[in-house]
C-alpha cells in the first residue's frame, strides 16, 4: 500500500522560500508523475505542479515563476520549492500520487498536507 | 484558462440520492474525476475517468459526464457522506483544473 510522507517549514516570513518533501513509501516510484497541490484556509484546492522519476516538470501557468519541483529518485523523494511567498501563499500542501495517462488524469493517493503559514 | 463552475452548496436528506453538478467549455470531451474531503482531512479520490470508482469507494457514489456538465451523484446518501466535493479535470492550456467546491449537507 503505498504512502506518502511530507515534511517542511511550517511558518515563512514574507520574500521566503518555502520548501517541502514528500516521500513515497510502497509501490514503484517510477511508474507514476507526482505533485503538489495547495488549500488556502477555507478555499478550494489549487494544482501546483508535477514531476516523474526522470525530472520532467509540469507547473500551473498561474505560479510557474515562483515554483521548482525537484526528484531525488535514490529516496523516492520529490520536493517543492515556491520562492517570494507572501500571506497569500498561506495554506495547506498536500502531496499526491497522479494515476490515470494523457488527458486521464486523477490523484488517488494523497499525502495528510502540511501547513504553511507565511507572516511577518 | 480553462475553468470549472459547481454550487457551492447542495442538501439532501439521509436515505436521498444527492447530485453535485460541475459545468465547463465541452467538459464530456475531457474526463472528469471527483474527490471528498472531510474537515481536517486530505481528499480522497471517489470518482475517475468520469464513473469509475477505485476499490474501498461503495457502490452508492457513481458519476456521468455529457455535453458541458459532470454530475456526482450519491443514492441512499449517508450522514457520512457529508463532506466537500471537488471535481478536476485535465486541460492542454490549464493542465489539471479543480472546480471551486461543493458542500454537501445531510440534514
Known amino acids: 500500500q503505498v504512502q506518502l510522507q511530507q515534511w517542511g517549514a511550517g511558518l515563512l516570513k514574507p520574500s521566503e522560500t518555502l520548501s517541502l518533501t514528500c516521500a513515497v513509501y510502497?509501490?514503484?516510484?517510477?511508474?507514476?508523475?507526482w505533485s503538489w497541490i495547495r488549500q488556502p484556509p477555507g478555499k478550494g484546492l489549487e494544482w501546483i505542479g508535477e514531476i516523474n522519476h526522470s525530472g520532467s516538470t509540469n507547473y500551473s501557468p498561474s505560479l510557474k515563476s515562483r515554483v521548482t519541483i525537484s526528484v531525488d529518485t535514490s529516496k523516492n523523494q520529490f520536493s517543492l520549492k515556491l520562492s517570494s511567498v507572501t500571506a497569500a501563499d498561506t495554506a495547506v500542501f498536500y502531496c499526491a500520487r497522479v494515476s490515470g495517462s494523457g488527458h486521464n488524469y486523477y490523484m488517488d493517493v494523497w499525502g495528510k498536507g502540511t501547513t504553511v503559514t507565511v507572516s511577518s | 484558462s480553462y475553468e470549472l463552475t459547481q454550487p457551492p452548496s447542495v442538501s439532501v436528506s439521509p436515505g436521498q440520492t444527492a447530485s453535485i453538478t460541475c459545468s465547463g467549455d465541452?467538459?464530456?470531451?475531457?474526463?472528469a474525476s471527483w474527490y471528498q474531503q472531510k474537515p481536517g482531512q486530505s481528499p480522497v479520490l471517489v470518482i475517475y475517468q468520469d464513473s469509475k470508482r477505485p476499490s474501498g469507494i461503495p457502490e452508492r457514489f457513481s458519476g456521468s459526464n455529457s455535453g458541458n456538465t459532470a454530475t456526482l451523484t450519491i443514492s441512499g446518501t449517508q450522514a457520512m457522506d457529508e463532506a466537500d466535493y471537488y471535481c478536476?479535470?485535465?486541460?492542454?492550456?490549464?493542465?489539471?483544473?479543480f472546480g471551486g467546491g461543493t458542500k454537501l449537507t445531510v440534514l
Open positions: 465541452k467538459l464530456g470531451d475531457k474526463y
Open positions: 478536476q479535470t485535465w486541460d492542454s492550456s490549464t493542465y489539471v483544473v
Open positions: 510502497g509501490g514503484s516510484f517510477s511508474d507514476y508523475y
